[in-house]
Nanobody, 122 residues
């Protein structure tokens, strides 16, 4: 199953955007979701993750205080509110969902969205 993303687009520096992601019916059990991003010529990097059970969150240092990840109203959905956007936030943003067993570092399985473009003009 491929995750379904929405949101993104073009915004001026200092503006805001909101991304949403949903795991479609038929997705196996997941307990963590999040967002990664990849800028041209750079490696994919973590933006933010959220535990679907506890609600605990994790952010990249570069977005702390500006981005907020939250669970959506429906099961297995998340939102990413992005405020005070900067040109360096320009990237393709990918939704991520996975199932982690206990304290395992790597997921038992994972899903990815196809990506949505976020462009911040200066």
């Amino acid at each position: 199953a491929q995750l379904v993303e929405s949101g993104g687009g073009l915004v001026q520096a200092g503006g805001s955007l909101r991304l949403s992601c949903a795991a479609p019916p038929g997705t196996f059990t997941i307990n963590r979701m999040g967002w990664y991003r990849q800028a041209p010529g750079k490696r994919r990097e973590l933006v933010a993750t959220i535990s679907l059970g506890s609600g605990s969150t994790n952010y990249a240092d570069s977005v702390k205080g500006r981005f907020t990840i939250s669970g959506g109203d429906a099961k297995n959905t998340i939102n990413l509110q992005m405020d005070s956007l900067k040109p360096e936030d320009t990237a393709v943003y990918y939704c991520y969902a996975a199932y982690y067993r206990g304290s395992d570092h790597d997921p038992a399985y994972e899903y990815w969205g196809q990506g949505t473009q976020v462009t911040v003009s200066s």
